[in-house]
Each structure stands twice: as structure tokens, then as C-alpha cells.
């Protein structure tokens, strides 16, 4: 059974960095993109970051340059290190990913999320 496990949400002063990780767990044959994505208070699930399988990294306009989004295939970790943290940027982060992990009819590729992580920045 695949899961992933995001740490590292936390209250931060505004101007503060935070590492926000992901770890997938479980048998995995390979991960295609991964992604974080956060949801603030009454609004939508958006999309912050994403990294394909050879390090190809696309970022929401409104992180661009604060956000870094990055991955460790050997240890099936991605991460996301936040900069020059804003009020705005508090909400719940959650980590995506295309798995493929194998199954008694063969491999099949699945989307997972984790169960999220809060970030809280204090102006």
C-alpha cells in the first residue's frame, strides 16, 4: 500500500523560510510528477509546484521565485522550500504524486495525496 507523509509545517514570522517534505512509502516500482499544492481557508485547492521525474520544475506565478521545488528519487522524497514567507502563503500544503506500484494485475500507475501539513505565517 502506497501513502505519503508530509512534515514540516509550522508557524512562521512573515520574511521566515520553512522546508515543507514528502515522503512516499510503500512498494513502489516508480514515481512520475510530484506536487505540492495548498488550500487557505474558504478557498480552492491550488496548485503551488510541480516536478517531473527528471527534475523539471513549473511553479504557480505567485510563488515564483520564493518556492523551490525539488526531489530525492532515492530516498521518494520531494520537497519544498519556501522563502520571504507572506500572510498569504498560510494554508494546508499537500503533496501529490503519480505512483506506479505493482498489482496482482500487473503495474498501474495511481494519484496520491498526502494528508497535509499546516502553514501558519504571522505577520
Known amino acids: 500500500q502506497v501513502s505519503l507523509v508530509e512534515s514540516g509545517g509550522e508557524l512562521v514570522q512573515a520574511g521566515g523560510s520553512l522546508r515543507l517534505s514528502c515522503a512516499a512509502s510503500?512498494?513502489?516500482?516508480?514515481?512520475?510528477?510530484m506536487g505540492w499544492y495548498r488550500q487557505a481557508p474558504g478557498k480552492q485547492r491550488e496548485l503551488v509546484a510541480l516536478?517531473?521525474?527528471?527534475?523539471?520544475?513549473n511553479y504557480a506565478d505567485s510563488v515564483k521565485g520564493r518556492f523551490t521545488i525539488s526531489r530525492d528519487n532515492a530516498k521518494n522524497t520531494v520537497y519544498l522550500q519556501i522563502n520571504s514567507l507572506k500572510p498569504e502563503d498560510k494554508a494546508v500544503y499537500y503533496c501529490?504524486?503519480?505512483?506506479?506500484?505493482?498489482?496482482?494485475?500487473?503495474?498501474?500507475?495511481?494519484?496520491?495525496w498526502g494528508q497535509g501539513t499546516q502553514v501558519t505565517v504571522s505577520s
Open positions: 510503500g512498494t513502489i516500482y516508480s514515481i512520475n510528477a
Open positions: 516536478i517531473s521525474s527528471g527534475g523539471s520544475a
Open positions: 501529490n504524486a503519480d505512483i506506479s506500484a505493482p498489482t496482482v494485475w500487473g503495474l498501474q500507475e495511481n494519484n496520491y
